[in-house]
C-alpha cells in the first residue's frame, strides 16, 4: 500500500469516527459545530505556522552572506523539486535537528539548529534538506492541518459525550436510549474515540515522516545522505535532547522527544532504526 493510500485512508478512518459518534448522539448539529469549531482552530495554525513555530524556536532568517553553503544545497534541491527557495533560518541551540514548515512551496521555510551544522557533513545536510523540501512539495503542512482538525472534532465530541453524561443526559434522545447499556456504550465511546483518533494522527504523521524520506532519498539521488546523517541525530538526541513542544515535535526530522516503550506508540515519528533500514533497502535496489 503506497503511503498517500494509507494517509487517505487513515483521514477516511477519522471522518468515520465523527460518524460513529455524531450518529451516536443523535444529533447532526453537534457534529457540524464540533467540525467547524476545529477547523476554525487549525485554519489559523495552517496559515500562520511558519511564523508561529519559528518564533517559538527564536529561529533568526539566514542570509546567502551568512551561510553561503547552505543556501547553494537548498537552491539545487529547490530547483531539482521545481518549487521556489525556501527561506533558510538558524534555531540557536547546540542539539542537531531541522523541521520544514509553510502551508504552501510559495510560503515555506526550512529552519536548521546551530548542532546539525557542526556535526553533519556536506552530504548529510543536503539528505536532511531533500526530505524537508519533501515535506513542502508534498504538502504535509495541509495534511496535517486537516488530520488535526479531524482529530479535534472526535475529542471535542468526546468531551460533550463525558459533560453530557454527567449533567443529566442528551437532549432529543428517549430514555430507554440513555439509560443502562446505551450509556455505558457512549461513555466507552466517549473515552476510546479520542485515544483512537489521537493514534490515527500519529499514524498519518510516521506515514508521512516515510514519504518525506523516500522523496528526499530520490530528490538527492542518494539514500544514503539522509540514512548517514540520521544515524548521528539520533545519537546526538539521546544525548542531548531539544527542549521542544509536544504541538510542534512533529515537524522536526527527528523527534525531539524522548520516549522508550509504551511511549513509542504516542511518537509522531517512525523508529529511526526502520527509516535507516529503508533508505539502506533503497539504496541497494
Known amino acids: 500500500?503506497?503511503?498517500?493510500?494509507?494517509?487517505?485512508?487513515?483521514?477516511?478512518?477519522?471522518t468515520g469516527l465523527i460518524m460513529l459518534?455524531?450518529?451516536?448522539?443523535?444529533?447532526?448539529?453537534?457534529?457540524?459545530?464540533?467540525?467547524?469549531?476545529?477547523?476554525?482552530?487549525?485554519?489559523?495554525?495552517?496559515?500562520?505556522?511558519?511564523?508561529?513555530?519559528?518564533?517559538?524556536?527564536?529561529?533568526?532568517?539566514?542570509?546567502?552572506?551568512?551561510?553561503?553553503?547552505?543556501?547553494?544545497i537548498v537552491n539545487e534541491l529547490a530547483e531539482a523539486a521545481k518549487i521556489p527557495t525556501p527561506r533558510l533560518y538558524l534555531i540557536e541551540t547546540d542539539t542537531p535537528n531541522a523541521f520544514a514548515t509553510g502551508r504552501n512551496p510559495k510560503h515555506a521555510a526550512v529552519a536548521v539548529t546551530r548542532g546539525i551544522l557542526s556535526i553533519c557533513d556536506r552530504n548529510e545536510l543536503k539528505g536532511v534538506l531533500g526530505h524537508e523540501l519533501s515535506h513542502v512539495l508534498n504538502r504535509d503542512i495541509l495534511t496535517s492541518s486537516i488530520a488535526a482538525t479531524l482529530a479535534g472534532a472526535v475529542m471535542m465530541l468526546g468531551t460533550w459525550v463525558r459533560w453530557a453524561a454527567i449533567f443529566g443526559g442528551f437532549g432529543g434522545r428517549s430514555e430507554d436510549e440513555e439509560g443502562g447499556g446505551g450509556m455505558v456504550g457512549l461513555l466507552i465511546m466517549a473515552i476510546l474515540a479520542p485515544l483512537a483518533a489521537t493514534l490515527i494522527q500519529l499514524a498519518i504523521s510516521r506515514t508521512r515522516e516515510y514519504q518525506a524520506d523516500a522523496s528526499g532519498a530520490r530528490l538527492t539521488h542518494n539514500p544514503l545522505y539522509l540514512a548517514d546523517a540520521l544515524r548521528k541525530l539520533e545519537v546526538a538526541n539521546q544525548?542531548?535532547?531539544?527542549?521542544?513542544?509536544?504541538?510542534?515535535?512533529?515537524?522536526?526530522?527527528?523527534?525531539?522527544?524522548?520516549?522508550?516503550?509504551?511511549?513509542?506508540l504516542f511518537s509522531t515519528h517512525p523508529p529511526l532504526e526502520e527509516r535507516i533500514r529503508r533508505l539502506e533497502r533503497m539504496a541497494a535496489r
Do not use: C
Not at 52 to 71: C, D, I, N, R
Not at 241 to 257: E, K, R, S, W
Open 1 to 14: 500500500m503506497s503511503n498517500f493510500v494509507k494517509t487517505t485512508f487513515l483521514l477516511g478512518l477519522l
Open 21 to 72: 459518534i455524531g450518529g451516536a448522539l443523535g444529533g447532526e448539529r453537534g457534529v457540524v459545530l464540533a467540525f467547524l469549531f476545529a477547523a476554525g482552530m487549525n485554519f489559523f495554525s495552517y496559515w500562520f505556522s511558519d511564523r508561529l513555530v519559528l518564533s517559538a524556536y527564536g529561529a533568526k532568517e539566514l542570509t546567502p552572506e551568512q551561510a553561503p553553503e547552505l543556501h547553494k
Open 239 to 264: 544525548r542531548m535532547p531539544l527542549d521542544a513542544g509536544p504541538a510542534t515535535a512533529h515537524l522536526f526530522i527527528v523527534n525531539p522527544l524522548s520516549g522508550e516503550g509504551l511511549m513509542r
